[in-house]
Structures are given as C-alpha cells and as structure tokens.
C-alpha cells in the first residue's frame, strides 16, 4: 500500500493525465496511451538504476522530466510523454511507487476508453467474475502466475479462455496483468483493477459471494446499506457460491465481513470440539 506522500502523488498524476487526455479521446488514442504508459512502466522495472534515479525525491523534479524528455522523446507519443514527466516531477515514497503509478495511468487510459464506450460497468463485472473463477481453480490460477514461463504463453493461455467472450478492454487490462514486468498475482492484479475501476466513479466496489443469487432489489438494497454504514458510495458485485450454505460474505478493501451459514457452523463445531 502506497504511503501518503505517494497517494497524493498519484492522484495529481490521474489528474494531469485527465486533463491531458480530455473527454473527448477516442478509444484508440486511449489504448495507445495505456500501451506507451505500461512499456515505460516495464522499462523502469527492468532498469533499477534508471528506476531510482527517476524516483529519487532529493533530486530536481524538473531535472528528472527534462531527463525522461530526453530519454523518451520520439519513443512515444507526446500524450504519453506528458504523463511521464509529470509523474517523475512528483515526490514518491519509494521508486516502485512511481513505476505502479504509470502502470496506474495505463489501466486507468484502458477504464477510460470503456467508460467512452459505456462499458465500463460491464468491465468491472468481467474483471469480478473471471477473479472469482480463479479463486476456484487453483490449477489455473498457478498458470497464469507461473513466472518463468514465456509471458507469451500465458498471453496465449488467456486469450484462448477469454478471447470473444469479454470486452476487449477487459481482455487487454488481463493480458497486461499476466505479462507485466512487475510479477504479481493474477488475483491480487485484479483487486487492484477493482478498486481503480471503482474509485475512478468516485465509489468503493463491495465483493459479494452468497449461497444463491441476489435478486436486483437485494443487491440495491446492500448497496445502500453498505453505503450508510461506511459514508461514501459502495456499489455491489456479486456472486453465488452454494457451499456457503446461506448468509453473505462482503469484501470491501481488505475488510471482510463473513456472515454465511457455513462459517456459523464451522464455529459452532469448533466450540463443541473444544
């Protein structure tokens, strides 16, 4: 989790590429510039030194973008180039920081675009729902997080799942997720992406998982619920697990609030046995 000098800086880097970009940017200009954004992400991971230099805070912020002007000019677009710069201008807690806030901006270019289209509900639903797959399927999961593997065969690998059936945002935000220098997680890349898509509506996304599916007016109703209880904005994602027996499990950040049937009597038989 990023430290409060990196979050403040991350949100004046959303706010100048906002800007930069405008409202009215098609759907491709916005795909380049998530593209151009995640190579200058790769470029600093795979280059520490390049990486610390630009995300040294006792140095010249206007030194560091003169520098990356320098380094970038003509690799990239004048869009993207702009993002960059501004961002080795700000203050990071730590040089990975400023590497996750490009790769930030290149998924936040990706919402864009969906948003563009008005499918950026649909996104956030792909996202949640292909994450609840992987937490089923532990074999598949391991797949696409097998590290020395080719990048290119996990691309491949997903592309032969997801291929057709998801939005073409979705799929690109994944196939960034597998191949990205930084290595994490499918899952926890995908909780990342969750709460940009959410925060970029200026809202929080409650997880849900029941023992059978919530009909619209009870995924409105805790919604709203939720939303009185933490004071902002909360909208609800949902999906059925039936082992869950009855009740809710709700996820908002790293809170989880368990209230199934089955953890109720895995407590109870723990109090028996003791």
């Known amino acids: 989790m990023m430290r409060s000098a990196s979050r403040q800086a991350l949100a004046a880097v959303q706010e100048h590429q906002r800007s930069v970009v405008g ?3 098609s759907a491709d200009t916005l795909t380049t510039l998530a593209e151009e954004l995640y190579a200058v992400a790769g470029l600093l991971v795979a280059q ?3 990486r610390r230099t630009l995300g040294d805070p006792a140095t010249d912020p206007d ?9 970038l000019q003509g690799k990239i677009g004048d869009q993207t180039l702009d993002v960059a710069r501004e961002a080795v201008r700000q203050r990071w807690s730590t040089p990975f920081d400023l590497t996750d806030a ?7 270019a990706l919402f864009a675009a969906a948003e563009q289209g008005g499918e950026l509900t649909r996104v956030e639903d792909e ?3 292909f994450e609840r797959v992987l937490q089923a399927d532990g074999e598949l999961t391991g797949l696409l997080d097998e590290f020395t593997a080719d990048p290119a065969r996990r691309n491949e690998l997903l592309g032969t799942l997801l291929e057709g059936k998801v939005s073409s945002v979705t799929l690109a935000l994944l196939r960034h ?15 990342d992406l969750l709460e940009q898509a959410a925060a970029r509506q200026e809202r929080s996304v409650a997880r849900v998982v029941s023992a059978v599916e919530l009909t619209d007016a009870q995924t409105e109703r805790l919604a709203s619920a939720l939303s009185d209880t933490y004071g902002r904005r909360i909208s609800v994602r949902s999906a059925v697990d039936p082992s869950l027996r009855g009740g809710l499990v709700v996820r908002i950040g790293d809170e989880v609030i ?3 049937i089955a953890t109720r009597l895995a407590g109870a038989r723990a109090m028996l046995a003791g």
Do not use: C
Request: proline share 2%.
């Open 23 to 25: 409202d009215q940017a």
């Open 48 to 50: 520490p030194r390049l």
């Open 63 to 71: 030194g560091r973008a003169e520098f990356v002007g320098r380094l």
């Open 102 to 108: 490009i790769e930030g901006a290149g998924d936040d």
């Open 127 to 129: 996202l949640f729902r």
């Open 177 to 191: 997720a597998v191949t990205s220098e930084r290595k994490r997680s499918i899952v926890l890349a995908i909780d």
């Open 258 to 260: 368990d209230g199934s």
